[in-house]
């Protein structure tokens, strides 16, 4: 069992940036690749971000490519988002999500096992 939850949402305006933390615990907490998900019209969650497990790789979707990151401090058992040049489009219920299964970065929902419970970011002016 993996426990996940996210933090650091709130409201930004355009052009400013957010780092969304989420911390796991559990047996497995630091074994495992770390994705994040938001949701999206006509999706039941759209791929963001994705850190693996050894932390060496990541991918990222074209719509934030160049605007956010995925550290991760495996010491704190905690990943990141650090989303910058944030833009009205970007306002979402994010997402954190673990993969234990695989050593390879995937994007799909069902590739993950567990979830938390999400963070809203909203950005306003």
Known sequence: QVQLVESGGGVVPPGGSLKLSCAASGRASSRFAMGWFRPAPGLERE????????GDSSDYSDSVKGRFTIPRDHAKNT??????????EDTAV???AADLRSLRLRIGVRDYDYWGQGTQVAVSS
Do not use: D, E
């Open 79 to 88: 990943g990141y988002l650090q989303m910058n040049s944030l833009k009205p």
């Open 47 to 54: 791929f963001v971000a994705v850190l693996s497990r050894s």
């Open 94 to 96: 994010y997402y954190c």
